[in-house]
Protein backbone atom coordinates (compact mmCIF):
# COMPACT_ATOMS: atom_id res chain seq x y z
CA UNK A 1 0.00 0.00 0.00
CA UNK A 2 1.51 3.29 -0.74
CA UNK A 3 0.55 6.59 1.23
CA UNK A 4 -1.14 6.35 4.82
CA UNK A 5 -4.95 5.84 5.28
CA UNK A 6 -6.43 7.62 8.42
CA UNK A 7 -9.87 6.48 10.39
CA UNK A 8 -11.77 9.46 12.26
CA UNK A 9 -13.87 7.44 14.54
CA UNK A 10 -16.51 9.80 16.32
CA UNK A 11 -19.01 8.23 19.02
CA UNK A 12 -22.00 9.65 17.51
CA UNK A 13 -23.35 10.04 13.79
CA UNK A 14 -24.01 14.14 14.84
CA UNK A 15 -20.54 15.28 15.39
CA UNK A 16 -19.19 12.73 12.24
CA UNK A 17 -21.41 14.42 10.06
CA UNK A 18 -20.87 18.05 11.52
CA UNK A 19 -16.68 17.54 10.73
CA UNK A 20 -16.74 15.92 7.39
CA UNK A 21 -20.06 17.42 5.59
CA UNK A 22 -18.19 20.76 3.80
CA UNK A 23 -15.26 18.83 3.13
CA UNK A 24 -16.94 15.52 1.33
CA UNK A 25 -19.38 17.59 -0.36
CA UNK A 26 -16.74 19.86 -1.72
CA UNK A 27 -15.37 16.61 -2.92
CA UNK A 28 -18.00 14.77 -4.97
CA UNK A 29 -20.96 16.71 -4.59
CA UNK A 30 -22.64 17.51 -8.41
CA UNK A 31 -24.01 21.18 -6.73
CA UNK A 32 -21.17 22.09 -4.52
CA UNK A 33 -18.43 20.33 -5.54
CA UNK A 34 -15.10 22.35 -6.51
CA UNK A 35 -16.28 25.46 -4.64
CA UNK A 36 -16.71 27.23 -1.28
CA UNK A 37 -20.02 27.46 0.31
CA UNK A 38 -21.57 27.73 3.78
CA UNK A 39 -22.69 25.77 6.48
CA UNK A 40 -26.13 27.66 6.03
CA UNK A 41 -26.19 27.40 2.18
CA UNK A 42 -25.41 23.84 2.00
CA UNK A 43 -28.42 23.04 4.93
CA UNK A 44 -30.81 25.14 3.21
CA UNK A 45 -30.35 23.36 -0.25
CA UNK A 46 -29.95 19.48 1.29
CA UNK A 47 -33.50 20.61 3.23
CA UNK A 48 -34.90 21.87 -0.05
CA UNK A 49 -33.66 18.24 -1.63
CA UNK A 50 -35.04 16.11 1.08
CA UNK A 51 -37.56 17.66 3.09
CA UNK A 52 -35.62 18.57 6.19
CA UNK A 53 -32.56 18.52 6.95
CA UNK A 54 -31.47 14.63 7.54
CA UNK A 55 -27.45 14.97 6.83
CA UNK A 56 -26.40 12.56 9.52
CA UNK A 57 -28.88 10.46 9.11
CA UNK A 58 -28.75 10.06 5.74
CA UNK A 59 -24.96 9.31 5.19
CA UNK A 60 -22.78 7.21 7.92
CA UNK A 61 -19.62 7.40 6.86
CA UNK A 62 -16.71 9.24 4.94
CA UNK A 63 -13.83 9.65 2.65
CA UNK A 64 -11.42 12.38 1.25
CA UNK A 65 -8.51 12.83 0.03
CA UNK A 66 -5.67 15.07 1.40
CA UNK A 67 -6.10 17.35 -1.28
CA UNK A 68 -9.31 18.55 -0.29
CA UNK A 69 -7.99 19.96 3.16
CA UNK A 70 -6.07 23.03 1.22
CA UNK A 71 -9.13 25.15 0.62
CA UNK A 72 -9.98 25.11 4.30
CA UNK A 73 -6.37 25.48 5.24
CA UNK A 74 -5.77 28.61 2.94
CA UNK A 75 -9.11 30.43 4.19
CA UNK A 76 -11.52 29.32 1.28
CA UNK A 77 -14.27 27.95 3.46
CA UNK A 78 -13.82 30.83 6.34
CA UNK A 79 -15.54 31.11 9.00
CA UNK A 80 -14.45 27.52 9.75
CA UNK A 81 -16.61 25.88 12.25
CA UNK A 82 -14.54 24.53 15.65
CA UNK A 83 -15.23 20.77 14.10
CA UNK A 84 -13.60 21.54 10.77
CA UNK A 85 -10.86 23.61 12.66
CA UNK A 86 -10.12 20.19 14.30
CA UNK A 87 -9.87 17.86 11.48
CA UNK A 88 -7.33 20.56 9.94
CA UNK A 89 -5.63 20.20 13.44
CA UNK A 90 -5.25 16.76 13.05
CA UNK A 91 -3.16 16.52 10.01
CA UNK A 92 -1.37 20.16 10.40
CA UNK A 93 2.13 18.26 10.79
CA UNK A 94 1.63 15.67 8.08
CA UNK A 95 3.19 16.02 4.19
CA UNK A 96 2.23 14.53 1.26
CA UNK A 97 -0.88 12.16 -0.04
CA UNK A 98 -2.68 10.56 2.33
CA UNK A 99 -6.66 9.81 2.42
CA UNK A 100 -9.06 10.36 5.67
CA UNK A 101 -11.78 8.24 6.37
CA UNK A 102 -14.82 8.68 8.97
CA UNK A 103 -16.82 5.88 10.48
CA UNK A 104 -19.23 6.08 13.84
CA UNK A 105 -18.00 3.36 16.46
CA UNK A 106 -21.92 2.86 18.20
CA UNK A 107 -23.71 2.90 14.79
CA UNK A 108 -25.12 -0.01 13.95
CA UNK A 109 -23.67 0.01 10.49
CA UNK A 110 -19.98 0.75 11.69
CA UNK A 111 -18.66 -2.52 10.18
CA UNK A 112 -19.83 -1.95 6.45
CA UNK A 113 -19.06 1.77 6.53
CA UNK A 114 -15.44 1.13 8.26
CA UNK A 115 -15.06 -1.76 5.23
CA UNK A 116 -16.77 0.31 2.31
CA UNK A 117 -14.42 3.80 3.28
CA UNK A 118 -11.09 1.46 3.36
CA UNK A 119 -12.02 0.77 0.05
CA UNK A 120 -12.15 4.39 -1.58
CA UNK A 121 -8.55 4.73 0.61
CA UNK A 122 -7.28 1.74 -0.81
CA UNK A 123 -8.33 3.19 -4.69
CA UNK A 124 -6.94 6.58 -3.98
CA UNK A 125 -3.41 5.14 -2.24
CA UNK A 126 -2.35 2.49 -4.75
CA UNK A 127 -2.18 3.22 -8.13
CA UNK A 128 -1.64 0.00 -9.23
CA UNK A 129 -4.98 -1.43 -7.53
CA UNK A 130 -6.50 1.23 -8.77
CA UNK A 131 -5.53 0.52 -12.59
CA UNK A 132 -6.91 -2.60 -12.12
CA UNK A 133 -10.30 -1.58 -10.92
CA UNK A 134 -10.55 0.72 -13.43
CA UNK A 135 -9.96 -2.18 -16.32
CA UNK A 136 -12.13 -4.28 -15.05
CA UNK A 137 -14.86 -1.85 -14.83
CA UNK A 138 -14.05 -0.81 -18.41
CA UNK A 139 -14.27 -4.24 -19.47
CA UNK A 140 -17.66 -5.57 -17.13
CA UNK A 141 -18.98 -1.77 -17.80
CA UNK A 142 -21.59 -1.98 -14.68
CA UNK A 143 -23.48 1.05 -15.96
CA UNK A 144 -26.53 0.40 -14.12
CA UNK A 145 -24.59 0.74 -10.96
CA UNK A 146 -23.49 3.76 -11.51
CA UNK A 147 -27.30 5.49 -12.69
CA UNK A 148 -27.82 4.35 -9.23
CA UNK A 149 -24.98 6.27 -8.00
CA UNK A 150 -26.20 9.17 -9.74
CA UNK A 151 -29.39 9.02 -8.32
CA UNK A 152 -28.25 8.78 -4.77
CA UNK A 153 -26.17 12.69 -5.29
CA UNK A 154 -22.71 11.22 -6.22
CA UNK A 155 -21.12 13.34 -8.76
CA UNK A 156 -19.11 12.09 -11.84
CA UNK A 157 -15.94 12.44 -10.63
CA UNK A 158 -16.61 9.54 -8.24
CA UNK A 159 -18.53 6.85 -9.94
CA UNK A 160 -15.58 4.41 -10.60
CA UNK A 161 -14.55 4.98 -6.88
CA UNK A 162 -17.94 4.60 -5.52
CA UNK A 163 -19.05 2.09 -7.82
CA UNK A 164 -15.48 -0.88 -6.83
CA UNK A 165 -16.59 0.36 -3.14
CA UNK A 166 -20.52 -0.49 -3.14
CA UNK A 167 -20.22 -3.88 -5.33
CA UNK A 168 -16.79 -4.57 -2.77
CA UNK A 169 -18.39 -4.10 0.63
CA UNK A 170 -22.07 -3.72 0.20
CA UNK A 171 -23.81 -4.90 -2.85
CA UNK A 172 -27.25 -5.27 -1.06
CA UNK A 173 -27.33 -1.67 -0.65
CA UNK A 174 -28.50 -0.94 -4.61
CA UNK A 175 -30.51 -4.21 -4.46
CA UNK A 176 -33.38 -2.00 -5.67
CA UNK A 177 -31.91 -0.96 -8.78
CA UNK A 178 -28.86 -3.41 -9.56
CA UNK A 179 -29.35 -7.27 -9.31
CA UNK A 180 -28.30 -8.65 -6.62
CA UNK A 181 -26.85 -11.79 -8.22
CA UNK A 182 -25.05 -10.04 -10.66
CA UNK A 183 -23.70 -7.24 -8.64
CA UNK A 184 -22.31 -10.70 -6.02
CA UNK A 185 -20.50 -11.74 -9.59
CA UNK A 186 -18.52 -8.65 -10.21
CA UNK A 187 -18.01 -8.48 -6.53
CA UNK A 188 -16.33 -11.36 -6.55
CA UNK A 189 -14.11 -10.11 -9.32
CA UNK A 190 -13.53 -6.74 -7.14
CA UNK A 191 -12.35 -8.78 -4.19
CA UNK A 192 -9.64 -10.94 -5.96
CA UNK A 193 -8.01 -7.82 -7.37
CA UNK A 194 -8.16 -6.57 -3.51
CA UNK A 195 -6.84 -9.51 -2.08
CA UNK A 196 -4.00 -9.37 -4.77
CA UNK A 197 -2.88 -5.93 -3.56
CA UNK A 198 -3.95 -5.70 0.32
CA UNK A 199 -3.52 -9.63 1.11
CA UNK A 200 -6.47 -10.48 2.23
CA UNK A 201 -10.43 -10.84 1.24
CA UNK A 202 -12.75 -7.72 1.94
CA UNK A 203 -16.08 -10.34 1.50
CA UNK A 204 -14.74 -12.15 4.68
CA UNK A 205 -12.25 -9.92 6.48
CA UNK A 206 -13.52 -8.24 9.89
CA UNK A 207 -14.01 -4.40 9.82
CA UNK A 208 -11.66 -4.47 13.00
CA UNK A 209 -8.60 -5.75 11.09
CA UNK A 210 -9.47 -3.36 8.25
CA UNK A 211 -9.76 -0.78 10.79
CA UNK A 212 -6.24 -1.75 12.43
CA UNK A 213 -4.77 -1.29 8.73
CA UNK A 214 -5.06 2.84 9.38
CA UNK A 215 -3.95 5.01 11.47
CA UNK A 216 -7.17 6.09 14.32
CA UNK A 217 -8.02 9.21 15.56
CA UNK A 218 -10.67 9.03 18.01
CA UNK A 219 -13.21 12.72 18.03
Not at 29 to 41: H, L, M, Q, T, W
Not at 115 to 134: I, L, M, N, Q
Amino acid sequence: MGSQIYLIESRTRQDLAATFMRFQEYYESPVFGGRAFSVDEFAAWYASEHGAFTYCQDWSGFNIPSWVLEPFRSGGFDPLTDKEKNLLNFFKNIRGDFYIIGATSQDKECADTIKHEFAHGAFFTSEDYKRDVVNCLNFHRPNVVKVALKALGYGDNVLEDETNAYLLTEPQTLANRVSLREGCKLRDILDRIFAKYFGFSMVTVSANLVANRTERILI
